[in-house]
Structure formats: structure tokens, C-alpha cells
């Protein structure tokens, strides 16, 4: 039987393990899906509503997985809807490959329907390897070139194949001059050691402090024991990074959480007082809440000698992977006896906790979304995968839900684009279809694009032997982040015209799609809710009517900022005096002694 190029290119994907392709068609990739159809649909096509949510769901693909995700789009459009998912799988480091239909070569250059310049398009988001394959030769060089590349750089590469090739007949290349064979599939990941040198210098850096803090990333994923054994040598404290939520457990005493805007009290006070830093696989851009510049000694891990060095005046930088290089360092430390820093530590953790459990049960109009994750925090299976959105639900994902067990999780980090919340746990349904999935989205987001995605989900449930996939949808009828962007770094009133949202109903929407849903508008029936969706037997939404007005007040906001930024909206802002209350009530959870409630 002849095999097209279409039918190659399916081949080398199962041949490097890929289990789906995560797409929508359109002419100009025919000969692939008719390839598609030929191969019994193995991989397997995952067909979203929009080929935005296709990057998506290879991105929470890969994240949750391991493994290289792999996206498809048709010519013109198709290639310009992936883009920013591919942009979000540049940004945080994720393995994905574009495969991307392009108009007939006959066609190149008239100006023909939906002929894009694809390779201008895409140089930037897969500058580490883009190409357009014009003969069936290239492919095997070309397909092998972007799956390596995307695993060992951790980055975003795309693959051009004009429409009129995919129907050709496929030919190997030769050995001969100017023809590029390739090797068969494997995987190439590599331990990178730093110099032992560089180690001995970095120890002496952490045993010279006496209030140590680790900065931990998403690059420190597998090194929890690693992280674990050094903090308790040390004494220090570990602040996570957001996309690094997910590496150290939150029921570890001097595990202070997340750091940032989005973080909590004890990582600002940990940066803020430390004299010696570490930071592990992470590349976090806020250098505001990094110790003051020169206050604290510091050394760097990182797996990416391209990426180390750049946010704070580090002494040594240890280029290598994190749990091969902590496990060298280990060794090089001696235990501190003094734990004074250790128990400060402690405590400031232990009354945070106290503070979120007071601010998640304030009373609120309707519903105090800080609540919403609190009793799921109380509830999550240890092996859950929780996806966020980007909104002001991000912020209660990063605060108030404490990470445990295998859970894993995570979100648009450095892009922090609206809309991957539901596609990242519909990609991570695919990675773990025997683990639960929730995802934790803003009504904005929903509006955009999540709704269409709950077709997806009726669509390919049944694929899934856990088939618990929760959508909680944070129902205020605002953009409700940007108001409060608005309020505090403009000192601007709510503008209603840009922010309210259309009122729907999120459950009735599931219920239409054979989806299960709950409604929720009172905070007691919070937990039940909770319940009922985890013991549901197919996908859910939660429809929770949440309090537009709660403040996502900053770790490190003082109550003369909050004073400021009341005043600048009390005179236009449409919710200001309810705005005030809650904000008063919330920061003033912070000062209620320890133990109170």
C-alpha cells in the first residue's frame, strides 16, 4: 500500500509515543485528517471549538504529563488562532509541537485564499526551531528535530507542511549529498551537573547564613525531597513561586506559599528579613519581592544556563538540574542548632493559615469566593489536578488552596492569559484520565471561551475512567480583576461599560450539554456543593455567585495604601462603601491574635 505523507507523519508521532493531537480541521491539513481516518485515528484527534483551545490543551497537556503536547491547525486562520497558546507554552517552558497546514506550493506567493507568511508568523514563538517542509525527504529530520528540540529546551517548535504535500507520496530520505536522514524516536533527557567547584562555593554561601530562604519554581518539581532535607538542615523557609504551587506540600510547617501580588504574608516577610537566598528552579520576574538588592547572599539553581542570574544579584549560579544538584549540596551542610529563624517561620505560617480561615468565612454578598476554595481545600482528593484561570479567582487558587499528597497544578503563569482554565484540565484529562480535574475560572474567562469548551468535555467523558472534571465557575458579572487593577494602580472608579459582564446562568448551560451542575448563591450550601461534585459521576459545573467586592488585597498592602485607595473611588464607584467594608474587615483578620477566631 502506498503511504502518503499525511500517513508518515502519524506514524513518526506514534513512533515518538503521542497519544493525541489536539486540533480542528480545515482544508489545509486534509491529507492529514484523511490520514487520521487511514490510521484508525491512532494518535488519537481531540477536536476543541477553537484552535486557541487546541494549543491550550497541549500545553496542559504537556504540563501535566511529562510528555511533548502536539497541537494541529489548518493554513491562515487556523495557524493564527494557535498562537496564543503557543506563546503561553514559550513563556512558562512547556514542550509543545505545532503541526501547521500552509496554503498548495503552486499557490505560494499569489496572494491565494488564506495564504499567511507562517514563517514570519511563527519566528517568534518557535525561535527555537521552526520549519516549512517542501519535499517528502525532509519530514523524518524535520518531525524528529522538533520533538527533541521542544523536550530538551522546554519550548514551543512548529512544523509547516503545505496542503498539496500531505497528499503526496512519502519518500525516505537517502544517503546522499544534500539529504538529512534522522535516527528513530528516543527520549533525550540528560542530568546537567554543575562544577563541583561551584557547589563547594554555594554551600559555603548557605552555611555562612543564619536566616535562610528558598525561592522554589516549577523547576524544583521533582526535587521535593531534595528541597524538603535542605530546609530542615538549614532552617529556612520555602516560598513558591505560582507555578511552582504545586512542588512542595502546604501542610509542611515552613512552607510559607505562594510569593507576589498574589502571595501571602509569610513569603513577603520571609524575603523581606532573610540574609542568605536560594532559588530553585524558578525565574520569578517580581524583583520587588525579592530581599532588598545587597541584603541577602545568593545562589541560583537552574537547569537553564540562559535564564540564571537575572533577577537578583546572585554570588553563584549552578547550572544543572535541581534535584541531582541539591543532592551534591546536601551532603556539604551541617545542621544549625539555633532554630530561632526556623520557629518565627513556623509560627507566621501557622497564623496565616488562622488569617485565611477568619477572611474565608466572612459574610459577603452573596457568596466570599476566598470561601469557595477554602472548603475545597478542606475536600480535594490528594491526587486532584487543579487548573486556574488568570482573573481574581487566581488569586484564592494562590492563596487559600493548600497543596497536598500527589495534587498537582497549574495556570497561564508569565503570559497570564484569560481562557486555559478549562482546556488545561481538559489537556490534563488526557494525561491522567484516572485522576480528577478542576478547574478554577472567573465568569470573565468563562464568557470567552470556556462555555464552548463544556462541549468538548460532553464530547470525550466517556474516554475518561475517573470522570470527575469540575468546573467552578467565580459568577460576579465583572471583569473583575482589572476593577480592581483600575481601583488600585489607577485610582479609578469602576467603569461599568468595560467591566460588567452579561448575566447567565453557568449551570443551565452545563445541564443543556448532559453535563451535571449546581447552583449555588448561599455560603453554607459551599461544602455540599463540593461534595456533590466530587461524587458525581460525570462532569460538573458549579455555578457559585460570588461577591464582586472581596478584596484581593496584596501581602504587603499597608492599611495607609488601602486608605488611599478608598478615597480614589469613593466619589464614582458604583460598589464603593461595600467595597470599603469588605476591604476593612478583611485586612483586619490579620491582626486577631493567634488561636482566635
Known amino acids: 500500500m502506498v503511504q502518503l505523507v499525511g500517513d508518515y507523519v502519524l506514524q513518526r508521532l506514534r513512533e515518538w509515543g503521542v497519544k493525541q493531537v489536539f486540533g480542528y480541521p480545515g482544508d489545509g491539513i486534509n491529507g492529514l485528517i484523511a490520514a487520521f481516518g487511514r490510521a484508525d485515528n491512532k494518535p488519537e484527534f481531540v477536536q476543541s471549538r477553537h484552535e486557541e483551545m487546541s494549543a491550550f490543551q497541549a500545553v496542559g497537556y504537556a504540563k501535566f504529563s511529562g510528555e511533548v503536547g502536539v497541537c494541529a491547525a489548518t493554513s491562515g486562520p487556523g495557524a493564527i488562532h494557535l498562537l496564543t497558546g503557543l506563546y503561553d507554552a514559550k513563556l512558562d517552558h512547556v514542550p509543545v509541537v505545532a503541526i501547521i497546514g500552509q496554503t498548495a506550493r503552486s499557490a505560494m506567493g499569489g496572494n491565494y485564499q488564506q495564504e499567511v507568511d507562517l514563517q514570519s508568523l511563527y519566528k517568534d514563538v518557535a525561535s527555537d526551531y521552526l520549519v516549512e517542509v517542501n519535499v517528502p525527504s525532509q519530514l523524518p529530520n524535520a518531525l524528529d528535530r522538533a520533538f527533541r528540540i521542544a523536550r530538551t529546551r522546554r519550548a514551543p517548535t512548529a512544523v509547516i507542511i503545505p496542503s498539496d504535500l500531505q497528499e503526496e507520496r512519502y519518500e525516505a530520505p537517502t544517503h546522499e549529498f544534500k539529504q538529512v536522514p534522522s535516527s528513530p524516536p528516543a527520549k533525550t533527557d540528560v542530568r546537567v551537573m554543575p562544577d563541583a567547584e561551584d557547589i563547594r562555593r554555594a554551600a559555603e554561601i548557605i552555611e555562612s547564613g543564619s536566616r535562610v530562604a528558598i525561592l522554589a519554581g516549577q523547576g524544583a518539581r521533582g526535587a521535593a525531597a531534595e528541597l524538603t532535607e535542605l530546609a530542615e538542615i538549614t532552617g529556612a523557609g520555602v516560598a513558591k513561586a505560582l507555578l511552582g504551587k504545586d512542588v512542595l506540600s502546604d501542610e509542611l510547617p515552613f512552607v510559607t506559599g505562594a510569593i507576589g501580588l498574589l502571595g501571602t504574608r509569610p513569603s513577603y516577610e520571609l524575603m523581606r528579613d532573610c540574609d542568605t537566598l536560594l532559588i530553585v528552579g524558578s525565574n520569578l520576574p517580581y524583583a520587588q519581592f525579592f530581599p532588598e538588592f545587597g541584603q541577602a547572599r545568593a545562589v541560583q539553581i537552574d537547569i537553564d544556563g540562559a535564564m540564571i542570574g537575572m533577577r537578583y544579584p546572585t554570588e553563584v549560579n549552578l547550572v544543572g538540574d535541581a534535584k541531582a544538584t541539591l543532592a551534591e549540596l546536601i551532603p556539604l551542610l551541617t545542621r544549625k542548632a539555633d532554630r530561632t529563624w526556623r520557629d518565627k517561620i513556623e509560627a507566621g505560617v501557622a497564623r496565616w493559615w488562622e488569617t ?128 480592581w487593577e483600575l481601583r488600585a494602580m489607577s485610582g479609578s472608579p469602576k467603569f461599568e461599560e468595560s467591566q460588567s459582564l452579561p448575566d447567565i446562568s453557568y449551570a443551565d448551560v452545563a445541564r443543556s450539554f448532559g453535563l451535571a451542575a449546581v447552583a449555588v448563591d448561599d455560603p453554607d450550601d459551599i461544602a455540599g456543593a463540593w461534595e456533590q461534585a466530587l461524587r458525581a459521576d460525570r462532569p460538573t459545573v458549579l455555578d457559585v455567585r460570588c461577591d464582586p467586592e472581596m478584596p484581593p488585597i496584596p501581602p504587603h498592602a499597608t492599611w495607609e495604601q488601602m486608605k488611599s485607595t478608598a478615597e480614589s473611588v469613593l466619589h464614582g464607584d458604583p460598589e464603593a462603601w461595600h467595597m470599603i467594608t469588605q476591604g476593612v474587615k478583611t485586612k483586619a483578620q490579620e491582626f486577631i491574635p493567634s488561636g482566635r477566631s
Open 356 to 483: 485565611i480561615e477568619r477572611q474565608s468565612m466572612l459574610a459577603a454578598k452573596p457568596v466570599n469566593p476566598m470561601r469557595v476554595v477554602w472548603e475545597l481545600s478542606q475536600r480535594i482528593p490528594d491526587n486532584a489536578i487543579i487548573t486556574a484561570d488568570s482573573g481574581s479567582s487566581t488569586n484564592w487558587y494562590a492563596r487559600c488552596l493548600r497543596m497536598r499528597g500527589t495534587m498537582r497544578g497549574s495556570l497561564s503563569g508569565t503570559l497570564a492569559t484569560m481562557g486555559p482554565g478549562v482546556p488545561y484540565a481538559i489537556g490534563a484529562k488526557f494525561a491522567h484520565p484516572e485522576r480528577p480535574a478542576i478547574a478554577l475560572v472567573g465568569d470573565g474567562a468563562m464568557q470567552m471561551n470556556g462555555l464552548a469548551e463544556l462541549m468538548t468535555i460532553a464530547r470525550y467523558q466517556h474516554l475518561w475512567s475517573d470522570p470527575r472534571l469540575i468546573v467552578c465557575v467565580f459568577h460576579n458579572n465583572d471583569l473583575n480583576q482589572v476593577t
